[in-house]
Nanobody
Framework: VQLVESGGGSVSAGGSLTLSCVAHEDLYRGYCMGWFRQVKGKEYEGIVVIDSDGLTTYAESVKGRFTISHDKTILYLQMNSLKPEDTAMYYC?????????????????WGQGTQVTVS
């Protein structure tokens, strides 16, 4: 599965961005997907995952502000009410098993990341 993110950028606090992740394969061949983020020098943070049945799990830090959605080959992350602490590199990831706290080395497929900066 090849994943390509886009949609990052710079935004003022309180603003919104929508990230996209194009999968070069049908996402619903039993894959779980997720959005993760990393501040340089810090650990990856799982922010939302969606399983192959469409069930979602959000991190408390983004619950009520971020929304994951999808169509057949694109995963989206709608981010509202952005805060400076949301500044990070955002990655989409896929594997047969993905959860918020899974070590990143256990996830087989990653995009290249897209930078989000909130000031």
């Amino acid at each position: 599965v090849q994943l390509v993110e886009s949609g990052g950028g710079s935004v003022s606090a309180g603003g919104s961005l929508t990230l996209s992740c194009v999968a070069h394969e049908d996402l619903y061949r039993g894959y779980c997907m997720g959005w993760f983020r990393q501040v340089k020098g810090k650990e990856y943070e799982g922010i939302v995952v969606i399983d192959s049945d469409g069930l979602t799990t959000y991190a408390e830090s983004v619950k009520g502000r971020f929304t994951i959605s999808h169509d057949k080959t694109i995963l989206y992350l709608q981010m509202n009410s952005l805060k400076p602490e949301d500044t990070a590199m955002y990655y989409c990831a896929a594997d047969y098993f993905v959860e918020l706290r899974i070590p990143p080395q256990r996830i087989g497929y990653w995009g290249q990341g897209t930078q989000v900066t909130v000031s």
